[in-house]
């Protein structure tokens, strides 16, 4: 205690002197001239950046509309332009969207204080009217941001719109413009043409000798990388589509799907080959600098000249298979075959080195005289093709025989083509060179492209046919390896067929697209909308969302599916737990797993659930009526799953049907009799009514076996015999122990009845038939008889011996009843009495 005290007091003095040291500084502190502190630094509140982005989002869409008016005539800026401006609408609308969870919490916490009071009500708490008042002025300013929000995201649309109006109008003015042609032109052609060519030459001869003097290695890397991509994917190609990219000389009759698999597949990996040779050559010469700002796009040009080439050249061997008639595709002679096969390539090449030559013009600065010039040439020589074609004999001969001298074009086609040529010759002379020189590009090139994707498409449906598959390499190799079935392979070769499909259409049309004045910016664009915003009315739907939540709902639901089988096969296996309940626990997880998969993937794909509230109305009054007893039943397997009457492998007893419960589902149970049939009780059935269930806690039940001795035998004995019969058998419980009751003294027979009890009642009518068999055995060993039901006979007749005398003495000879034989109604009535085997009274 004397500790203690001193220990308190020593406290005390300490916090008294420290407490006079505070008071102390804080007294010379107050003396001292205080200088003002300085402020924190405010915070932003989520409102005040969404504000400070919206001023800078106004100064970017003024900068874009300066940008859009200096580039009118420039449309590779229009396109960067267009996709910056769409970069800017989606960040305004989402400062929108990041508000409103916001505003809708205001909404609501104004909606809770309900509204100011009026005159002549009590009045309310100040702190609520603060509330209120701080609220209101909050969601005031909350509408002013997305006001702006949304008058920006209008006036950035409104800026696409222009954009999109102004590349029309410069593309029109391009094809539509009209250039004066004179031998004056022509003249200025010539010259600026071997002006251009000497330059062009010096030029090139001065890289050359740069790159081989110090730029030796590099170029011979990139050739050497460039090599091994297209080898690789060259080779990775024929491991995996061999079979489909040459064809075999020893097959006389190729099948269609043949035919155009060969066509389809050779034309586009061979040709995605080489554009990756290319590609990657252009892209490691210019990454290992020996290409030089002059002479990069010259050599970008003729790879891309070379493409085209090969790809028209590859487009014709597949369709038209000049020296292969049975490969052939279209009905032409040989002759004819070859014929447009050359003009094709004709035409490929004079487009080719069209674009070339302008791009070395441009290159060189060469004047526009030049490129029209050039484009003028370009449209005459494949406007004189096109009318020489279609006065050739392509078809093939009535015949059939591929050697043999054509038929000329169907009058249709003759004309159109005729109509085409005789048209580019005149647009070219009349000035509109551009016009001409576009429509010749796009009658080869994209004529090319779409001839390819349409022999796809004819590949795809082809394959998908019923039972067409199964005859391609590529189904024996799936039979082979995977050792399908015929209906597997068939479905596999309608996906192979959807597969094919998807691949001609995502490869051609955004060539078709580029080839039409698209650039890669508006391919981009239009994928980026199409994956992450289709609107449908008041609905936005996103396709990348949608694929999102697909796979996330696949994932969780393969994911429940494997924690099913762990839980079942590991830990509910090794903890022997019982059958059915295995089978609840398993369809619980499923069932559990299931919604859980299905919240995630409406959550993932984005979907706003609150549009679909009408249709829920709907649905539910669908419930309340039709639908009534799916939901009842619904409803009843849940139960059913969770109270547990009875469980898979019980045998049970509802109404008229008597079985083994098979499986329970959410709507219905399977319950399986013993005659095999499998007979479908809907769930609410079993709840609703009465259900019999013999092993609903254990499968332990009692069997019989009536007995019948003949009166003579003992019935100690027979009862002693029966209990050592019974004692034999294991599957017999000894608890409750056998015992055998002497039911009744029969008409013919003492009856008895042997009872046991089972641990498994499956296993009764082995143990009943074996004791039956034993009890005979012991019977006949023992001379106990087993009595044979009973007959007695009575047998009932008039007696008239007299009258049948007196009847022989009668002077008229008539007959009297007695003296004739008995007739059906007056023979014998016999009456049979007995009993069956089981004691009930048979007569």
Same mark, same amino acid.
């Given at each position: ?368 005289? %030049? ?7 370009? #449209? @005459?020589?494949? /406007?004189?093709? +096109? $009318?020489?074609?279609?006065? =050739? ?101 309608? %996906? ?7 691949? #001609? @259409?995502?490869? /051609?049309?955004? +060539? $078709?697209?580029?080839?039409? =004045? ?326």
């Amino acid at each position: 205690m004397r500790l203690r005290s001193i220990l308190l007091r020593t406290i005390l003095l300490v916090t008294l002197a420290l407490a006079g040291a505070h008071f102390e500084s804080a007294a010379a502190f107050a003396q001292e001239p205080q200088t003002p502190a300085a402020a924190p630094a405010p915070v932003d509140t989520p409102f005040d950046q969404a504000a400070k982005e919206i001023e800078k989002a106004k100064t970017q869409l003024a900068a874009f509309q300066d940008s859009v008016k200096q580039n009118a005539d420039n449309d590779d800026a229009l396109v960067g332009l267009a996709t910056k401006a769409d970069e800017l609408s989606r960040a305004v609308i989402t400062i929108s969207v990041n508000l409103r969870p916001r505003l809708d919490q205001i909404k609501n916490r104004l909606a809770e204080i309900g509204e100011a009071p009026k005159d002549g009500q009590p009045p309310e708490a100040q702190i609520v009217t603060d509330e209120r008042n701080a609220l209101a002025a909050e969601r005031a300013q909350i509408n002013a941001v997305t006001g702006d929000a949304e008058n920006l995201s209008i006036a950035v649309t409104k800026l696409l719109n222009e954009i999109i109006q102004m590349r029309r109008q410069l593309f029109a003015d391009t094809l539509f413009k009209r250039t004066e042609i004179s031998v004056s032109v022509l003249d200025d052609a010539a010259s600026a043409f071997v002006r251009e060519t000497g330059e062009f030459a010096q030029a090139l001869s001065s890289w050359a000798v740069f790159v081989w003097k110090f730029k030796r290695f590099p170029m011979f890397a990139a050739i050497f990388l460039s090599l091994a991509s297209a080898l690789i994917l060259l080779s990775g190609s024929y491991r995996l589509f061999g079979s489909y990219l040459r064809r075999d000389e020893a097959v006389e009759n190729p099948s269609y799907i043949g035919r155009l698999s060969i066509a389809f597949w050779s034309t586009l990996i061979r040709t995605l080959a080489l554009s990756v040779l290319l590609v990657t050559s252009f892209f490691f010469l210019n990454s290992f600098n020996v290409l030089r700002p002059d002479i990069a796009p010259v050599i970008g040009a003729l790879f891309g000249a070379i493409g085209l080439v090969y790809f028209v050249g590859r487009f014709v061997n597949a369709i038209f298979a000049p020296n292969e008639p049975h490969w052939r595709l279209v009905r032409l002679s040989n002759l004819g075959a070859r014929s447009i096969g050359y003009c094709l390539l004709a035409m490929a090449v004079v487009n080719a080195l069209d674009y070339l030559f302008g791009t070395i013009g441009e290159a060189m600065g060469s004047p526009l005289v %030049l490129t029209v010039v050039r484009s003028l040439i370009a #449209a @005459l020589i494949i /406007g004189m093709i +096109l $009318i020489v074609a279609s006065f =050739g004999k392509p078809m093939l001969a009535k015949n059939g025989d591929p050697d043999a001298p054509g038929r000329h074009w169907p009058r249709g086609m003759a004309i159109i083509l005729r109509v085409v040529g005789a048209g580019l010759i005149v647009s070219a002379l009349t000035g509109y060179v551009g016009l001409a020189r576009f429509v010749a590009t796009q009658l080869i090139i994209t004529g090319a492209v779409v001839a390819t994707m349409y022999v796809g498409l004819l590949s795809g449906k082809a394959i998908s046919r019923q039972e067409s598959f199964g005859d391609t390499f590529f189904a024996r190799f799936l039979t082979r390896r995977f050792n399908l079935g015929p209906v597997a392979i068939d479905q596999a070769g309608l %996906l192979v067929g959807l597969a094919i499909y998807a691949v #001609a @259409l995502l490869v /051609g049309i955004p +060539l $078709i697209l580029l080839l039409w =004045g698209f650039h890669v910016q508006d391919l981009q664009l239009i994928a980026y909308r199409l994956f992450t915003e289709v609107r449908l009315g008041g609905i936005s739907i996103s396709l990348l969302g949608i694929c999102t939540g697909i796979l996330l709902f696949a994932g969780v639901y393969l994911l429940t599916r494997w924690l099913q089988r762990w839980l079942d096969g590991n830990v509910m296996a090794r903890s022997h737990v019982d059958l059915g309940v295995r089978n609840s626990v398993k369809t619980g997880i499923g069932y559990l797993g299931v919604g859980i998969a299905a919240i995630i993937g409406v959550s993932a794909a984005g979907i706003d659930l609150s549009s679909f509230a009408l249709v829920a109305s709907a649905l539910s009054v669908g419930i309340g009526f039709g639908l009534q007893n799916i939901v009842s039943n619904f409803v009843s397997g849940l139960i059913l799953l969770v109270e547990r009457p009875f469980k898979v492998g019980d045998h049970v007893v509802s109404g008229t049907a008597e079985g083994i419960v098979k499986r329970i589902s959410v709507r219905a149970t399977e319950i399986e009799t013993f005659r095999k049939q499998a007979i479908i009780v809907p769930n609410s059935e079993l709840i609703n009514g009465l259900v019999g269930n013999w092993t609903h806690r254990n499968k332990i039940g009692r069997s019989e076996i009536p007995v019948s001795v003949a009166y003579n035998a003992d019935p100690q004995q027979v009862m002693d015999i029966l209990l050592e019969l019974t004692a034999k058998i294991p599957l017999v419980m000894r608890n409750p122990e056998p015992h055998v009751e002497f039911l009744r003294f029969g008409p013919y027979s003492l009856d008895f009845e042997l009872r046991f009890f089972l641990a498994d009642m499956g296993d009764g009518m082995t143990v009943r038939n074996n004791l039956r068999i034993e009890i005979l055995k012991r019977f006949k060993a023992e001379g106990i008889e087993i009595p044979l039901p009973q007959t007695d006979l009575t047998i009932h007749r008039d007696a008239r011996p007299a009258l049948a005398d007196a009847g022989r003495d009668r002077p008229d000879g008539q007959e009297i009843p007695g003296d004739r034989p008995m007739e059906e109604e007056e023979r014998p009535v016999r009456q049979l009495r007995g009993r069956t085997a089981d004691g009930s009274l048979k007569s």
